[in-house]
């Protein structure tokens, strides 16, 4: 009844042959919980490998891919039957996986190998590997596949590979727990975590058809400080602007990232752990670990306008396709807090951000993917 009284304000009328589904990965159960976003309802629960992690989706097929830590596999899942359809062979402790624009290729960064694997996806196979740095937790494609980036660690180093030749292009030291990355969607410019300090590194990318000496190699451009131990970089769709989680200060930094230059900090709330920004570039979701909220921050206004209340240890978060709703992992309660991200009073007032309901998981949900499609 809940469902029903607020559809026809606050959800998509979806024709009859749309399917939307959330993936949340279970590190502690070995699991992926399936949630039914049409009807916002729990769908099933389908067993992987050992300890999933990281989880992906095609842009281009119905499928979804779960790294399992545990035992060096990614389970392949049908998202139209919601089964598991295969299962590819990769190295020791894969952490994260990332597929190319185009949906043919899969880059798993095996933290416990010092390696990555490329997998070709269609075949199910892996096709190559190129060592990197100590302990790679995350491996990122560039959005015109020019550049591999990957994250070491253990290493405090950044890895550039050619993914076309399959060797290393450059090697960046001076990144303590380089960590999370994102390119901008002019691939660019990347942009690294180092979660052991308090600095962003920023690296300039060689260009395929250069058009300046500069554009001809990978070189470091600035080590940005920001608080005390930046985990995770959120980034707006049209690549202006980046947030950055400060875990040990309780605060987002601003990053312009067409200068290069730090705007400042707010406070948003107890170890903030990940950050999402809206498709329309104007609110920064952020899920404070130790609060058990989630802060709203408008961008344009520069300040904090919300924080709901969602369940223990709020960490990874995705978007619906519409975005009218936000999935929190709460990793230390096993379930999913599904916010509205706007909504309306009695008094039909706009309010940004409200808790919906709670969907059960499983234990230690650590990530979030969302696929939609419609049925043939």
């Known amino acids: 009844m809940l469902l029903a009284g607020c559809r026809q304000r606050d959800f998509p009328d979806y024709p009859s042959d749309y399917r939307e589904y959330a993936y ?36 281009i097929r119905n499928e979804i891919y779960v790294v399992n830590s545990g035992d060096g596999t990614i389970s392949v899942i049908d998202s139209q039957k919601n089964t598991v359809t295969a299962t590819i062979p990769v190295h020791r402790k894969p952490y994260f996986i990332d597929v190319s624009a185009d949906g043919h290729r899969g880059y798993v960064a095996n933290s416990g190998s010092n390696n990555v694997s490329i997998l070709d996806l269609e075949a199910r196979k892996e096709i190559g590997v190129v060592g990197t740095g100590e302990s790679p937790g995350m491996a990122r494609i560039a959005p015109d596949s ?49 979660s052991g300090g308090h600095q962003v590194m920023v690296l300039a990318l060689a260009r395929p058809t250069p058009m300046n000496d500069l554009e001809k190699s990978d070189h470091l451009l600035d080590l940005l400080d920001v608080g005390q131990t930046p985990v995770d970089l959120a980034m707006k769709p049209d690549g202006g602007e980046i947030f950055v989680s400060n875990f040990d200060s309780n605060t987002v930094s601003e990053i312009a990232t067409g200068t290069n230059e730090v705007g400042g900090a ?40 919300n924080a709901v209340q969602v369940g ?20 230390r309660s096993g379930d999913v807090s599904v916010l509205r991200t706007t909504s309306y009073s009695p008094k039909g007032e706009l309010r940004v951000g409200s808790l919906f309901t709670m969907l059960p998981a499983a234990r230690g949900p650590n990530a979030i993917a969302v696929k939609a499609f419609k049925i043939p």
């Open 312 to 331: 223990d240890g709020p960490d990874a978060m995705a978007f619906s396709s519409a975005g009218h709703l936000l999935l929190v992992a709460n990793s």
């Open 146 to 194: 020019s550049t591999l980036l990957v994250t070491n660690r253990a290493g405090g180093s950044v890895t550039l590979i050619d993914p076309h030749t399959l060797r290393v292009r450059s090697v960046f030291p001076g990144c303590t727990g380089a960590t999370d990355a994102v390119i901008l969607p002019t691939s660019s410019k990347a942009f690294i975590a180092c």
């Open 24 to 59: 949340v990965t279970n590190g502690g159960s070995n699991t992926v919980t399936v949630l039914d976003l049409v009807n916002v309802r729990r769908d099933r629960e389908l067993p992987v490998g050992t300890n999933p992690s990281g989880v992906a989706v095609s842009p």
């Open 266 to 305: 707010s406070l948003i709330g107890a170890h903030p752990a990940r950050g999402i920004v809206s498709a329309d570039n104007s609110l920064l979701w952020v899920s404070n670990f130790s609060a058990n909220t989630v802060g709203a921050y408008s961008i344009d206004d520069g300040k904090r306008i």
